[in-house]
């Protein structure tokens, strides 16, 4: 199985000579040791307000959040030997395949601020991915704690979404319906109507927050994440994310 939107990447590999910015040189943790270290998985599908609540979990747990994209970024600026399995394999077009992507994972849980545990967004995105994850976990007798899933109808997502608009140069973001520049008034949202409060430039939608474009995306998600949350039933906390936020976290909060 491949993990297909490793496959962006291999665009940008000219970017990846510099370490990204914000991430230290890693440091290892000692084996053994210490206390047992929690390790949860988030899931949750655009507009589902993962963004929102994830670090607050990173502060509550003392734990990083780590991404596929962000770790392959890193170990191949830092020329690892995992890393440079991957830089070659994306130089020559291909897919980074699940054994490179979860030698990565072993490799940044591995660092000093993953001592206390970790946080894994959108990872795995499948089966196969999870049973290797479990594989790497059990080698240090490690185990999946918890697994949260923010849920939201999509009639719901697709309204927080596709009212999305964004001042392209600072990234101040609005939304048609329940933050509307000043410039809307009671009209219908439109470029000309929808400008920014602080320069009065026109604001934009991204491509992707489109009706249509958003319905791939749910569809997609959906179809990777029910057989996972199945093949962690047993430690899965569905949380109702559409609901008030302190409910939500509260619940977040509760699950871990």
Request: charged content about 25%.
């Amino acid at each position: 199985m491949q993990l297909p939107s490793i496959a962006l990447l291999a665009t940008t590999i000219t970017a990846f000579s510099r370490p990204p910015q914000g991430l230290r040189p890693p440091t290892r943790i000692s084996a053994g040791g210490g206390d047992a270290r929690q390790v949860v998985i988030l899931f949750g599908p655009p507009g589902s307000g993962k963004g929102t609540h994830a670090p607050k979990l990173v502060d509550k747990l003392g734990a990083p959040q780590l991404s596929t994209g962000d770790m392959l970024r890193a170990a191949v600026a830092a020329g690892s030997e995992v890393g440079q399995k991957a830089k070659a394999v994306m130089e020559a077009g291909g897919l980074v395949g699940d054994d490179i992507v979860v030698g990565i994972i072993r490799d940044r849980i591995e660092e000093s601020d993953c001592s206390k545990g970790f946080i894994l967004d959108g990872f795995p995105r499948t089966v196969d991915q999870a049973k290797m994850l479990d594989a790497c976990l059990a080698e240090k007798g490690e185990c999946v704690n918890a697994v949260v899933a923010l849920e939201v109808p999509d009639a719901v997502l697709t309204e927080r979404i596709c009212g999305r608009w964004v001042h392209k140069a600072s990234g101040r973001s609005y939304h048609a319906k329940f933050a509307p520049p000043k410039s809307l008034g009671g009209a219908a949202p439109s470029v000309e109507t929808m400008l920014d409060d602080e320069t009065g430039e026109a604001l934009m939608q991204r491509a992707d927050d489109t009706e249509e474009a958003l319905k791939t995306r749910l569809a997609g998600y959906h179809a990777q994440t029910v057989p996972i949350l199945e093949h962690y039933s047993s430690c899965v906390a569905r949380v109702d994310a559409n609901q008030g936020l302190d409910e939500v976290w509260a619940a977040i909060d509760k699950a871990t």
